[in-house]
């Protein structure tokens, strides 16, 4: 599911941020006395956001999902390299720390994560279905 | 030009092209009855040129007919005597004199002034205070204790003073210029009318009216001689000090081969810049060596008889009519000269094909004969051997002293060395006596082979070369500006000499504004650039 909020992801400081999200939920798996999600996350306020593969902006300090573990349960989840978490667990993860972002995905007591994540694909897939929106009768004849 | 080069007594390139062309000469001169009598005549006589030629006949004789460079070393000579000398040489001794003569009175004049100058600053005091003992000594005052301490005084200051003098202005004169020294005008006038300023005021007050105060008389000597020492300190600043700080870069380039180099001048005039420029070039500057230019004229000569104008369809008959020689109008001679132009810019010239091939033979060559040199060289140095001083006592038979040790070795290296400088077209610059005495000062100074080549593979300084080498006697100074007007940004002056001069053009060092920006030590602070990755 896509929820809507607005147009393009980009990122002033001071600025509220408008970001097309995709809500993502992953069920943790016990591993040995571990809950793992199954991907490794880079990024935020303490880090060089110069060095961030994934981010468009290079001043960007956002939390970054850098790898998917292969059939993990983030993986099953739809969740993909280079997306950027905005949310997890209704906590904000646009500008906290990498620590605190690893504790917020990472906590005992829960074993459902909530993501909202977004990526640039995103906000496409969304452009081109507002061009087919307000001609209904025609979106419908076309699935 | 080749077949009717000639010989004379001055020329010194014509050493080794005589043994080698002796045979040839001789038969050339029988197949051509049409040449000029009077030189033919000459050529087939041998002189003996007063400059020795760098070797003797002997080894000359024994050298290939097939020599590199003969046609570039053979000269022609206007003369028919046996001495005879050039037209340039004739100029420049008759220069040489005239210039000489009036060089000295003016030396002499200036001498005797300034001798006259400073008798009179160093007799004034003494006379100031020795005066009134002989024409009023019953009227004057005894000289107390104070008076006495003074004399003590005077008599050390003027001992200063004389020393300072000496220092300063007793120096042998390092160059005749062309205009007065204005600043030394400027002070011997300041210190005349000092003085004179003195006397009368001595004069009339003193003497008049025949003053008893003598302790007086005293301190206004002293007051003299500080003033003196002042206006000393004064002639410091003005010619020593004030020219220290550099203040122009001047770029001296040789109209000739386009060497050039960079000095840096402080405030002077115009001809003192050039007299430092001209010390400068003694030193630093390679010997001009005229040899080396003569490939770049043929060349030029080569263009100017390529194309000939000739005017068809004119007023004027068909003659040949090369630029400014004929009479037409100035219009025409545009024209024509518009037209060479453009023909030899259309032609195709392969000159550049020549020059090109002409150098990498010419560099290979020697390069060769370097080589050739360096070993012959090496060799020669293995064939003696210094004697320690032990050895000194139980002498063998055969000692020799450093003179006799050159000579003895001299003739096995002498070929190559030769050889070398004829390619290197340095062979002028070196006789054999001084290569013979170069080389015995080596072997004193225990220097190596490679020590007592260096001068001949590098066309040293002027200065390191005789006199007679120089090409570089008598200097003009060619200035849009006056001579003794100072330096200024921008100020082009020439230093001809008889062969080539030396342009002069000046730049001054640029005005320099500074700030300064404060950075606290401890304000150097660094964090690390983290990038970490954590997996979840």
């Known amino acids: 599911m896509s929820n809507l909020y607005g147009d393009a992801m980009s990122y002033v400081p001071g600025q509220p941020i408008a970001a097309v999200v995709e809500r993502?939920?992953?069920?943790?798996?016990?591993?040995?006395?571990?809950?793992?999600?199954?991907?490794?996350?880079?990024?935020?306020?303490?880090?060089?956001?110069?060095?961030?593969?994934?981010?468009?902006?290079?001043?960007?300090?956002?939390?970054?999902?850098?790898?998917?573990?292969?059939?993990?349960?983030?993986?099953?989840?739809?969740?993909?390299?280079?997306?950027?978490?905005?949310?997890?667990?209704?906590?904000?993860?646009?500008?906290?720390?990498?620590?605190?972002?690893?504790?917020?995905?990472?906590?005992?007591?829960?074993?459902?994560?909530?993501?909202?994540?977004?990526?640039?694909?995103?906000?496409?897939?969304?452009?081109?279905?507002?061009?087919?929106?307000?001609?209904?009768?025609?979106?419908?004849?076309?699935? | 030009m080749d077949t009717e080069s000639t010989y004379s007594g001055y020329s010194y390139y014509s050493g080794r092209s005589r043994g080698s062309h002796r045979h040839g000469e001789r038969s050339r001169d029988r197949h051509k009855p049409r040449s000029k009598d009077s030189r033919s005549e000459k050529s087939v006589t041998i002189n003996t040129p007063p400059a020795e030629p760098l070797l003797g006949d002997s080894a000359v004789r024994g050298e290939q007919v097939q020599d590199d460079n003969w046609g570039e070393t053979t000269t022609a000579v206007t003369g028919t005597s046996e001495h005879s000398l050039s037209q340039e040489d004739i100029v420049r001794i008759t220069k040489d004199l005239e210039d000489s003569v009036g060089l000295d009175?003016?030396?002499?004049?200036?001498?005797?002034?300034?001798?006259?100058?400073?008798?009179?600053?160093?007799?004034?005091?003494?006379?100031?205070?020795?005066?009134?003992?002989l024409l009023w000594p019953e009227k004057l005052q005894s000289c107390g204790t104070a008076c006495e301490g003074l004399f003590i005084s005077v008599a050390f200051k003027l001992l200063i003073l004389l020393l300072a003098v000496w220092?300063?202005?007793?120096?042998?004169?390092?160059?005749?210029?062309?205009?007065?020294?204005?600043?030394?005008?400027?002070?011997?006038?300041?210190?005349?009318?000092?003085?004179?300023?003195?006397?009368?005021?001595?004069?009339?007050?003193?003497?008049?009216?025949?003053?008893?105060?003598?302790?007086?008389?005293?301190q206004y000597a002293v007051s003299l001689v500080d003033a003196l020492l002042f206006i000393h300190y004064l002639a410091i600043v003005l010619l020593e000090l004030r020219q220290l700080q550099p203040c122009f870069s001047v770029c001296v380039t040789r109209s000739t081969d386009g060497e050039m180099r960079h000095y840096n001048l402080g405030q002077l005039s115009v001809q003192r810049a050039a007299l430092a420029v001209l010390e400068h070039y003694y030193c630093d500057f390679s010997v001009h060596n005229p040899a080396l230019l003569s490939a770049s004229k043929s060349r030029a000569a080569k263009h100017l008889a390529g194309l000939k104008v000739y005017n068809v369809d004119g007023e004027f008959p068909a003659a040949p009519a090369e630029g400014p020689g004929n009479n037409a109008a100035a219009g025409l001679a545009h024209s024509q000269s518009r037209a060479m132009i453009a023909a030899a810019a259309r032609r195709r010239d392969s000159s550049h094909n020549e020059l090109y091939y002409e150098d990498a033979e010419h560099e290979r060559r020697v390069r060769k004969r370097k080589a050739r040199l360096v070993v012959a060289v090496e060799e020669a140095?293995?064939?003696?051997?210094?004697?320690?001083?032990?050895?000194?006592?139980?002498?063998?038979?055969?000692?020799?002293?450093?003179?006799?040790?050159?000579?003895?070795?001299?003739?096995?290296?002498?070929?190559?060395?030769q050889k070398y400088l004829r390619t290197t077209k340095q062979q002028h610059c070196h006789s054999m006596e001084s290569i013979q005495q170069h080389l015995a000062f080596c072997i004193t100074n225990n220097m190596t082979p490679k020590a007592f080549l260096e001068s001949y593979l590098t066309p040293g300084p002027t200065l390191q070369y005789s006199r007679d080498h120089w090409m570089a006697r008598q200097w003009t100074l060619v200035s849009e500006a006056s001579v003794t007007s100072g330096l200024r940004d921008g100020s082009i002056f020439l230093l001809k000499c008889v062969d080539f001069s030396l342009v002069v053009t000046t730049k001054s060092i640029p005005y320099i504004q500074m700030s300064e920006e404060f950075i606290d030590p401890k304000s150097h602070k660094f964090v690390l650039r983290l990038q970490s990755e954590t997996s979840v």
């Open chain 2, 381 to 417: 140095f293995t064939h003696i051997k210094r004697l320690q001083e032990e050895e000194q006592k139980k002498a063998p038979g055969d000692v020799m002293d450093p003179r006799e040790a050159a000579q003895a070795i001299f003739p096995s290296m002498a070929r190559a060395l």
């Open chain 2, 167 to 218: 220092a300063l202005f007793f120096r042998s004169p390092r160059a005749g210029l062309p205009r007065v020294f204005v600043f030394r005008a400027l002070l011997s006038v300041l210190v005349l009318l000092f003085v004179v300023s003195y006397w009368l005021f001595y004069g009339v007050r003193i003497l008049d009216s025949q003053d008893e105060n003598y302790q007086g008389i005293v």
């Open chain 1, 24 to 143: 993502v939920q992953i069920h943790k798996l016990q591993e040995r006395n571990n809950l793992i999600l199954g991907f490794s996350i880079g990024g935020g306020i303490d880090q060089d956001p110069g060095q961030n593969p994934f981010s468009e902006n290079k001043s960007d300090k956002g939390i970054y999902v850098t790898r998917i573990s292969p059939g993990g349960p983030a993986d099953k989840a739809g969740l993909m390299m280079g997306d950027k978490i905005m949310q997890v667990n209704g906590y904000d993860m646009t500008m906290v720390t990498h620590d605190q972002a690893r504790k917020k995905l990472t906590k005992k007591n829960e074993a459902v994560v909530r993501l909202l994540v977004t990526r640039k694909s995103l906000e496409e897939a969304v452009k081109q279905s507002m061009g087919v929106a307000p001609n209904c009768n025609t979106a419908t004849r076309h699935y």
């Open chain 2, 105 to 133: 009175c003016r030396r002499y004049f200036t001498l005797t002034l300034a001798v006259i100058l400073g008798l009179l600053v160093f007799l004034t005091p003494l006379a100031f205070l020795v005066l009134p003992h």
